[in-house]
């Protein structure tokens, strides 16, 4: 029987984000399932290695939501555009709490296997979070052109 990624993609952002699911993440996960874009670039991390990750990012922000804005299905595999909002209560990156409310975008693309998430690939905009809640870099003062 074909399962309906549409409604598993939403699935997973609203039942392991939005309601702290954790079970969740096993119950759509597949064993042998490896998420790309939350280590160092062209590593890949597994379930074990993401529930440490999940449960940092809701340490920084205690009351994330994440609402999936598109959802593009083709196959065996899903893309989700999706926003997020959320107030950086606890250490994120580094970056002690500044109690500042955040907005970030990100892109995801999963391909799913027996109705569970095989692999994930994760385009989150930390540039731009970063910028939200980490202090301003020092100013340089301009370099002055000496004169020919």
């Known amino acids: ?5 549409r409604t598993l993609s939403r699935r997973w952002f609203d039942e392991v984000w939005n309601n702290r699911r954790k079970d969740a993440i096993h119950e759509l996960s597949h064993p042998q399932a490896h998420v790309f874009g939350l280590a160092e670039p062209g590593r890949s991390i597994d379930i074990a290695d993401f529930l440490p990750f ?24 899903s893309a989700l555009r999706c926003r997020a909002t959320g107030t950086h209560t606890g ?20 391909r799913w296997k027996d109705g569970k998430i095989i692999e994930g690939w994760n385009e989150v905009d930390m540039w731009g979070l970063m910028q939200q809640i980490a202090p301003p870099p020092p100013a340089h003062p301009t370099p002055q052109l000496k004169a020919l």
């Not at 709490?97 to 892109?107: E, I």
């Open 1 to 5: 029987m074909p399962h309906d990624i």
């Open 54 to 77: 999940y449960e940092r990012f809701l340490g920084a922000f205690p009351d994330i939501h994440i609402a999936v804005e598109d959802v593009l299905v083709e196959g065996d595999q």
């Open 91 to 110: 250490d994120a990156m580094g970056v002690p709490p500044t109690g500042k409310k955040v907005l970030f975008t990100a892109m995801i693309w999963t």
